[in-house]
């Protein structure tokens, strides 16, 4: 699903270059569920956004889903992002202008106009993550995790083959934290889908198959996880 | 590629130069606090908004440009009309005058024996069209004066020593009515030498003057901007038919003599209706006739800095609301709140202090660009003028230059209180994403304040007039432009209200997103708004005016003036450009075959009351037989048979001015003397919006003994070809005559020209305000798109491609113009309203009923709306531009 051949990134030149990332090689199969770690600096970030095709390396190369991210321009980019990955911030980025259910639409209403289908599914996906009774709140109505949820469901709706998550329990307690781990988890493994999620919290990164370690802009150490019947439930932030 | 390049640079340097200043002024404040936080605090901001700055300081620029520019052009006219009357008059104590065909010569001899006149001389005066191919449209102003008696010489020195030779040997030049002195300036212009031959437009058709000399560019050579030409009065009644007329008497009194009291004893002789004046009493009554025009070119400018004193205000603003949190720092830390709104009011400030200064030179530059039009719609409509020369100095100037400093400091006044009033913690919270501004349901202060403003525009209308001034109605125009802009955050909230269900279901998402950002902050959105609603009610207002005005000036036409061809003389319509015809075309006109009528029209300027109005002189059996008057008071048919027994008609805008009626008994100047006339009735009549008498053509010349004519107008047989008529007289007279022969048609379309140049610089400063407002969406829209880079990057990261972003940006725009354009409209129409009933009735007496131009209010709305959206392209070019990752990081 995801190949990284060889990538670095770099920025700034001269004495303020720093290289963010070097000569990273990482394979992820489709299906997977892998967290990513590392303290502050180490890379994630970057690693992230150069997966979620926000930005492009510097060297190496990037393949996703078996279209190469360096051959698209801006426009095919971004429409590669919103058909293939599906994006879950810390800081949930919600529109506040939106209520739940158009913010779960937003991504199929930038693609075309939303048919009754197309809200059926939203309101599916709220169901599906437990918020089927507040579809028309708006964002200030909703708690740090129901917020997240939302943002989930956003990154469902149109069926992306990759689901990237950056520090998703981040912003939350730990219960709700955990619910949300749960979500992701469940959706790799009854959905199939891809989910690379990045944190800091090891208890967090437990919810993978895989934790793969970034120190200084390298992979230290890619381990899998084994986990009893139940994974990562009591997962905190 | 390049302009963008240019104008990018353009701008860098024009921050520079206000960061510069901004840096001097806080080095020079060092030893102050403020001058301290001014450095550390404000000017790292200005420098990072360095567009918004430059903007804001354009805004104010143009706003006192504007003021500036009209203030001088207006002198520039006036000084110029009274430089040549000074230039003219000399060392003359006192002028007599009566109306505009002039006076019988005969009078002089009697003024000349009033006991304590020391000296006296005649004089004709009139501006004469040069028909030289090099100079096509020159006039120049042309003087009949006793050149050879002594008392002339005692008024005037013509610094010409071709003159000086003449008078030594007169007779050779008093021999022919075509011997002229024309200025060396002309001659300079023209390349004209001695005894060259200069064409003249005169009643008997084109005419070549023998140039016998030259006047230096001094007194009398540099009147009328030094296009002046000098003839022996004898000779120039002759070439020009003025008869036995004369226009003017120049007296001096008797050393020691009292001037007043001299001045009654000739009055005493010649009757009330004559004028005997000091020189500069006549600059008052020209100054009079103009007020109507420099007013309305006043409220224009002072419409246009209105806006940019909204800019300003809009900036502060912005700059408030983005400094929240740095304000609150600064609170935290021990500012005061009386320091905080010091800082941002200096602020404003000094960017009013470097955008009056820079509007202080625009201006001076806008003006020369004005005057050309300006003098043009004053030579088409008042009096001929020539202004060359810009008429202005340091108090003038220093005037306008407070003027923006003030306005700026105290729209900046008001954010700036807003700035310091909340406590810190507040100001120190910050948020992820901006917050929604949840409606205010209930009445707000604002709202309260507009009602109380409309209810005073409402009471202010029952002001009379304060020295002929429509003051009440004025201020009810500014009363109505505050209560519009204090309702705008409503306006805001109903437009994203009722465009919500529509844009739902319709015109995509951007257009959605771009709906719901307008009530975000509501603030903002209304002050932008405002801004352009300032603008587009000053063009609604004119577009209810020009429009009432020329619907009815047309339907006037056609029932009054239906003739079929129109021929004039020196200009495609008779006034004040026009050179009058002999009355010896009548025959051969009435001859021609396929004409029915001729009528016989001449327009002269008089006086009544000392106010300057209009005296139309018509064949009324023609008249009566083809007109269809609009009568307000009396009977066409028997107010026509009065006219032709003596009597006359009176405009509705002269009998609204002077308050005459039917049936009244009115005192004219005629040639000889004083007489009066009984008023045979009202009637509608737009010749003049100094108001206009109708008298008939034989009465006209029996008592101001001048046959001439300004127009023919020809009623053709029924079935008779019109081009086939005007062939023939173009044919026979156009060439020599110099002939306009203008089919109803064509009249009608050179009328609607004539208005479109007169308004045509009320439009310019309708454009500046404008341009004005647009800054202001160019800057609020950067505003928003700073406000909002987390949440572009968040819609950038989930699909939202950069045309989308742009689109979103530009529809926003367009949003902010539509409501700029509704508020406008309805306070627009609003304002002329009173425009239309309140000042120009008052100025013109004139009444139009209620006839906008929709048409033009429509592509004004149009157009503001697409410039709104045009002016958000570059704030939305930067929206799509961000770079995804960055935007998601920023807080």
């Keep these: 699903m995801i190949n990284l051949q060889s990538v670095s990134k770099t920025y700034g030149e001269g004495p303020t270059r720093v290289e963010a990332l070097r000569s990273v090689d990482l394979h992820i199969a489709a299906g997977q569920f892998v967290s990513i770690m590392g303290p502050s600096g180490s890379g994630k970030s970057t690693l992230l956004n150069l997966v979620s095709a926000l930005d492009l390396p510097s060297a190496g190369k990037i393949i996703i889903a078996g279209q190469d991210v360096a051959t698209l321009d801006d426009d095919a980019l971004t429409l590669f992002r919103r058909r293939s990955i599906g994006l879950v911030f810390q800081f949930f980025n919600l529109l506040p202008t939106l209520d739940a259910l158009d913010n779960v639409l937003l991504p199929v209403m930038l693609e075309r106009k939303a048919t009754q289908a197309d809200h059926a599914r939203a309101q599916q996906l709220l169901i599906e993550v437990g918020l089927g009774a507040r579809t028309l709140h708006r964002m200030h109505q909703l708690s740090g995790g129901e917020m997240q949820r939302v943002a989930i469901a956003r990154a469902l709706v149109l069926e992306p083959r990759l689901i990237l998550a950056d520090e998703p329990t981040g912003n939350l307690d730990s219960v709700t934290g955990g619910a949300i781990l749960a979500l992701l988890r469940a959706l790799c493994e009854n959905h199939g889908t891809t989910v690379v999620m990045v944190t800091h919290d090891r208890n967090a990164a437990q919810a993978g198959d895989r934790i793969v370690s970034l120190r200084d802009g390298c992979i230290v150490g890619d381990e899998r996880v084994t986990r009893a019947a139940e994974p990562a439930a009591g997962a905190s932030a | ?891």
């Design chain 2, 1 to 891: 590629m390049n302009t963008r390049r240019l104008l990018r640079a353009a701008g860098g340097v024009a921050a520079s130069v206000v960061l510069s200043f901004v840096y001097l002024a806080a080095l020079l404040l060092t030893p102050f606090r403020l001058g301290r936080l001014l450095r550390t605090v404000s000017i790292p901001r200005l420098q990072e908004h360095r567009l918004r700055t430059s903007l804001t300081v354009l805004g104010i620029a143009l706003g006192v440009a504007v003021l500036i520019a009209v203030v001088i052009v207006n002198r520039s006219i006036l000084g110029s009309m009274f430089a040549t009357v000074d230039d003219i008059a000399g060392k003359a104590d006192l002028q007599v005058s009566a109306s505009g065909s002039g006076f019988d010569e005969a009078l002089f001899d009697q003024v000349r024996g009033v006991p304590g006149v020391y000296k006296a001389t005649p004089v004709l005066q009139q501006t004469a069209l040069l028909r030289d191919p090099r100079a096509p449209g020159e006039r120049m102003l042309l003087l009949g004066v006793d050149l050879l008696g002594e008392d002339d010489e005692y008024f005037r020195a013509y610094a010409s020593t071709e003159l000086d030779a003449i008078k030594r040997d007169p007779l050779a030049f008093l021999n022919s009515p075509s011997n002229i002195i024309i200025s060396r300036s002309l001659a300079n212009k023209l390349g004209y030498k001695l005894h060259d031959k200069l064409p003249l437009a005169t009643p008997d058709g084109v005419k070549d003057f023998d140039i016998w000399g030259f006047i230096e560019n001094e007194g009398v050579g540099r009147a009328f901007g030094g296009s002046v030409a000098v003839m022996y009065y004898a000779a120039m009644q002759v070439a020009f038919g003025r008869g036995h007329a004369i226009d003017r008497i120049d007296l001096a009194v008797q050393r020691g003599a009292d001037a007043q009291a001299i001045g009654q004893r000739v009055q005493a002789t010649l009757g009330k209706s004559f004028h005997v004046e000091r020189p500069d009493r006549k600059n008052e009554r020209v100054a009079k006739m103009l007020v109507g025009l420099r007013t309305g070119l006043m409220m224009g400018s002072v419409i246009a800095l209105l806006v940019g004193v909204f800019l300003i205000h809009n900036t502060m603003s912005i700059s408030v609301v983005q400094r929240k949190r740095e304000i609150g720092i600064l609170r935290a830390l021990g500012i005061t709140r009386r320091e905080v709104t010091r800082l941002i009011t200096l602020e404003g400030f000094l960017l009013g202090l470097v955008g009056s200064g820079l509007g202080v030179l625009i201006g001076v530059g806008l003006a020369r660009v004005m005057l050309a039009g300006v003098s043009q719609s004053v030579n088409e409509l008042y009096l001929q003028v020539s202004v060359t020369t810009l008429r202005f100095d340091g108090a003038l100037l220093l005037g306008g230059f407070l003027l923006g400093v003030v306005a700026a400091t105290l729209a900046s006044a008001f954010p700036a209180r807003n700035a310091a009033r909340p406590s810190p913690v507040e100001t120190l919270r910050t948020f992820a994403l901006m917050t929604v501004v949840a409606p205010p349901a209930r009445l707000t202060r604002n709202d309260l304040l507009a009602v109380a403003l409309f209810a005073l525009a409402f009471g202010l209308l029952r002001v009379p007039p304060l020295w002929g001034a429509p003051v009440g109605a004025m201020a009810a125009s500014a009363g109505l432009l505050f209560g519009g802009a204090l309702l705008m955050p409503r306006v805001v909230q109903g437009l994203h209200a009722s465009l919500t269900p529509l844009l739902r279901r319709s015109f995509g998402l951007e257009a959605r997103l771009a709906n719901d950002n307008l009530p975000r902050d509501l603030g903002r959105t209304a002050a932008t708004a405002s801004a352009l609603m300032v603008g587009v009610a000053m063009a609604t207002s004119f577009a209810v005016f020009v429009g009432s005005l020329t619907t009815s000036m047309l339907e006037w036409i056609d029932r009054s003036i239906p003739a079929d061809l129109f021929i004039t003389s020196a200009a495609r319509v008779a006034g004040t450009r026009s050179v009058p015809m002999s009355a010896a075309l009548y025959d051969p006109l009435v001859a021609t075959p396929g004409v029915e009528l001729v009528e016989r029209v001449r327009i002269i300027d008089t006086d009544y009351r000392n106010v300057p109005v209009k005296l139309l002189a018509a064949d009324i059996d023609v008249y009566n037989q083809r007109a269809k008057v609009t009568m307000l008071e009396g009977e066409q048919g028997a107010a026509m048979q009065q006219l032709r027994n003596g009597a006359v008609m009176v405009s509705e805008n002269f009998s609204r001015r002077f308050g005459v009626h039917q049936g009244d008994r009115i005192q004219l100047s005629v040639k000889d003397g004083t007489r009066e006339f009984e008023v045979a009735g009202v009637d509608i009549d737009y010749t003049s919006d100094q108001g206009t008498l109708l008298v008939d053509r034989e009465v006209y010349v029996r008592y101001w003994g001048d046959d001439q004519v300004d127009t023919y107008e020809l009623y053709l047989r029924k079935g008779a070809d019109l081009e086939a008529v005007r062939r023939s007289v173009t044919r026979q007279y156009g060439e020599s005559y110099g002939l306009f022969v203008l089919t109803n048609r064509e009249f009608k379309a050179e009328i609607l020209s004539m208005l479109e140049q007169a308004f045509a610089v009320m439009h310019v400063l309708e454009l500046v305000a404008l341009i004005i407002a647009v800054l202001g969406v160019v800057n609020s829209l950067f505003a928003s798109v700073i406000d909002r880079v987390r949440e572009i990057g968040v819609l950038r990261a989930v699909g939202m491609q950069r045309k989308q972003a742009r689109k979103m940006i530009i529809v926003e725009g367009a949003l902010i113009g539509v409501c700029g354009v509704s508020g406008g409209t309805l306070i627009g129409a609003a304002c002329g309203y009173v425009l239309l009933f309140h000042i120009n009735l008052v100025q013109s007496g004139w009444y139009f009923p209620y006839r906008p131009n929709w048409l033009s209010v429509f592509e004004t709305a149009v157009m503001v709306v697409l410039v709104a959206a045009l002016a958000a392209a570059y704030p939305a070019r930067r929206a799509a531009a961000l770079v995804v990752a960055d935007a998601l990081e920023y807080e």
